[in-house]
């Protein structure tokens, strides 16, 4: 098994361009996730969870008899409520306080939102068929499913919008004010208060995407949010906060480990392998800078 | 003052030992608790006293369970067949083949978390504040993830440790053995960690969590002080897994040894709802937190991990301080604390 790898090329030509594919997604939730921890240094473990709660919207689309492809557009409107309830439920007493409390305080919201997403949709692994059929490439070797493609079309263009929403409108660049400096921007007259629900509801509503997304691509089910949260996390340390080409590309990266990962491994170490890839991240981002210390010194 | 303290610690150890007579029917509860308190307790010495949050101590504890359970196992019979052959077991053993290997089995779960605990600090130590959480919850859940695929500790199938000897027909036995095992345990590191609170080790990790940057500056090699704090933790909490497991009888890699779950979060949960930073914090916070916990299984049924995800937001947002920071806010005094009247009138006003 492991030497196939190297036997066959066209496996390799799979395993990446699937990994690119499903990475351009992972940076899009890792983009939310940059958004939050940038403007209101929370970091959120319960990111994975509104993004299934995404999914499971495009689900029950897909059961009432909508095609799934448009809970791309409804999935996110939902979700920026949901976000924005969020965040004036909970979230706004973590904001200032230490990161610790956030992450405790989401990891509890993580728990509440997969018990009722249980009781709500069922503990089956469900998948929402979009029948867009795959595409042959090298003489049929190699397969893609065009809802792969789609998926990752469609989330390049979120991001180009939300960039440019950034970059032009009146909200973002209050965002982009709080972001620098909090306080300086509540004394020139933004509602930092709003700016934040606002910036958790963008969040959710780019998880919302995703989590459509992943509806109709992967599968759902309703404990396998924090993967999620991690592989965000992960591409947000190695990408640094704010940088959105970093973010695709190691978001692109970490998709073809994942893939490869599954490959030369199995399946059942998977998810091992992309907590594992986190400590060992950090613990290499832990050596570079106690590096630069010494070298200070 | 120290008359009252004999009193109290004769008290509760006479409580303690009573306990699974005066209660017959909760004796699995109350061995379930003193494990808690060990793991709230340890937790503590790292997550207070350190300032180090770690998600991950629930390695050392599901480590602890694997290994307890695969010594008193590989001892006397071929691992691997063992598990194999999943409920039906064609070995078994003999009392003193049980006790033997419970024992040694222990050992074990103790020494080997410890020396794991050694050997991984110097590289995740180094990571501050949240860095530091995320990598030990990656690192709790990817132990899970990798156990679950290891065919000779049964995968997915799980493992079932060793089932109590029939030679001895008592039908209390079992649930006495486990209960005075773990009260043992519990009584140990109680004593080991209130020795720590008195020794210039408890001050040295208070510095750490405070500054770590100046107290490296004032000459206390941190790095070093961080290791024995971890390695402490992992002594401990692989020795609480090893009573689980016993305890239990039946082990899977994500639901009962590698739990982040609800063991791992359980015991940051308790120490902060007693009261990060104290030695009785986490004991009071323990006891609470198993008797709402049992209730929220018994009487709520389906919803209790929503009231417990409930429970997690209102402790985190408005009890950070847990109930023996309440306290201490209220009542200084008995803290030890000298107040000073006037100093808290100009800060009430200031208020």
Avoid at chain 2, 148 to 171: R, S
Avoid at chain 2, 317 to 327: A, K, R
Wanted: glycine share 12%; with cysteine.
């Amino acid at each position: 098994m492991d030497f196939l790898i190297f036997q066959a090329p066209i496996l390799m030509v799979q395993a990446s361009l699937d990994g690119i594919l499903l990475g351009i997604l992972f940076a899009l939730i890792a983009y939310g996730m940059a958004l939050q921890w940038g403007v209101m240094n929370i970091i959120n473990i319960a990111q994975g969870d509104l993004v299934i709660l995404g999914g499971y919207i495009a689900y029950s689309m897909y059961l009432a008899g909508i095609h799934p492809g448009w809970g791309v557009i409804v999935s996110p409107i939902i979700m920026y409520f949901v976000g924005w309830g969020l965040y004036k439920l909970v979230i706004n007493k973590v904001v200032d306080r230490d990161l610790f409390i956030s992450i405790l305080a989401t990891f509890g919201i993580a728990i509440v939102f997969q018990q009722l997403m249980n009781f709500i949709f069922g503990a089956d692994v469900v998948v929402a068929q979009s029948e867009y059929g795959t595409t042959m490439l090298f003489d049929n070797s190699v397969t893609l499913p065009n809802s792969k493609i789609f998926s990752a079309f469609i989330s390049l263009l979120y991001a180009v919008i939300l960039v440019i929403y950034m970059k032009k409108s009146k909200l973002g660049r209050a965002i982009r004010a709080t972001a620098q400096n909090a306080r300086a921007a509540k004394i020139l007259g933004v509602d930092t208060e709003k700016v934040y629900a606002a910036t958790f509801g963008i969040n959710a509503a780019l998880c919302g995407v995703a989590g459509a997304l992943i509806a109709i691509t992967f599968t759902l089910h309703p404990y396998v949010g924090l993967p999620y949260t991690v592989r965000s996390f992960m591409i947000v340390i190695v990408a640094g906060l704010g940088n959105l080409p970093a973010v695709a590309l190691s978001g692109m990266g970490l998709g073809v480990f994942e893939e490869f990962a599954d490959y030369i491994l199995g399946t059942e170490f998977r998810i091992g392998s992309v907590f594992m890839l986190l400590v060992l991240i950090l613990v290499y981002r832990r050596f570079k800078l106690s590096r630069k210390r010494e070298y200070l010194k | 003052m120290k008359q009252k303290d004999l009193i109290l610690y004769v008290g509760l150890i006479i409580l303690g030992l009573a306990a699974p007579y005066i209660f017959p029917a909760f004796k699995v509860q109350l061995t379930i608790l003193c494990v808690l308190i060990v793991l709230a307790m340890t937790w503590n010495l790292q997550g207070g006293e350190m300032g180090y949050n770690s998600f991950g101590n629930i390695l050392f504890y599901g480590l602890g369970m694997y290994l307890c359970a695969s010594v008193q196992v590989g001892m006397f019979f071929p691992l691997a067949e063992w598990t194999e052959s999943g409920g039906e077991k064609t070995f078994e053993h003999t009392t003193t083949q049980f006790f033997q290997g419970m024992g040694f089995g222990l050992l074990v779960a103790a020494i080997i978390p410890t020396i794991v605990a050694g050997l991984i600090g110097y590289a995740i130590l180094g990571l501050r504040g949240h860095y530091f959480a995320i990598c030990t919850l990656g690192l709790g859940i990817a132990a899970g993830e990798i156990a679950g695929g290891i065919e000779i500790i049964g995968a997915g199938q799980g493992f079932t440790t060793p089932p109590f000897p029939k030679d001895i027909v008592d039908p209390e036995a079992r649930g006495k053995f486990f209960y005075f095992l773990s009260f043992i345990m519990l009584i140990a590191t109680f004593i080991f960690v209130k020795w720590i609170y008195g020794s210039r080790f408890k001050l040295i990790l208070n510095a750490i969590r405070d500054n770590e940057d100046k107290a490296e500056a004032m000459g206390i090699q941190t790095m070093k002080y961080k290791i024995v704090g971890w390695m402490v933790s992992a002594f401990f909490c692989g020795l609480a897994g090893g009573i689980m497991g016993g305890l239990i009888g039946y082990i899977d890699s994500t639901d009962v040894a590698f739990d982040g779950r609800e063991m791992g979060v359980f015991m940051v949960l308790m120490a902060i709802l007693g009261g990060k930073g104290t030695l009785w914090g986490p004991v009071i916070g323990a006891t609470l937190f198993h008797f709402l916990k049992e209730g929220f299984w018994t009487f709520i049924l389906g919803w209790q991990y929503v009231a417990l995800g409930v429970l997690i937001v209102v402790i985190v947002i408005y009890f950070p301080e847990g109930l023996m920071g309440w306290l201490r806010e209220k009542y200084p005094e008995r803290f030890g604390e000298v107040v000073d009247e006037k100093d808290r009138k100009a800060q009430v006003e200031l208020k």
